[in-house]
């Protein structure tokens, strides 16, 4: 069974910094675009950072500069690297991956969320 395993999060101070991970396990062929989102409280979920299977990264306006998603295709994990935190960074990250069971068949999975919370 094909699982995303969600690592990292917890509370830090504002300035801070915190690194999440997301980790593919059980049978596939391929890890495809992987993504980080966000909810906070009262909040829909908005998109944090993407990173395609060969490396290019998009960002969210409000953590540019800020945040630096990156992945290790060799264990099938992706990161979040979070700087310079923010109260307004406080949500439930979760992992999002394009996975191909077969060369013809792709699914969208979610890992657990995480809570992060930055004190001010």
């Known amino acids: 069974q094909v699982q995303l395993v969600v690592s990292g999060g917890g509370l830090v101070e504002a300035g801070g910094s915190l690194i999440l991970s997301c980790a593919a396990s059980?049978?596939?062929?391929?890890?495809?675009?992987m993504v980080w989102y966000r909810q906070a409280p009262g909040k829909q979920r908005e998109l944090v950072a993407t990173i395609t299977r060969d490396g290019s990264t998009n960002y969210a306006d409000s953590v540019k500069g800020r945040f630096t998603i990156s992945r290790d295709n060799a264990k099938n994990t992706v990161y979040l690297q979070m700087s310079s935190l923010e109260f307004e960074d406080t949500a439930v990250y979760y992992c999002?991956?394009?996975?191909?069971?077969?060369?013809?068949?792709?699914?969208?999975?979610w890992g657990q969320g995480t809570q992060v919370t930055v004190s001010s």
């Open positions: 059980g049978t596939f062929f391929r890890l495809n675009t």
């Open positions: 999002n991956a394009n996975i191909q069971l077969s060369v013809y068949r792709e699914y969208p999975y």
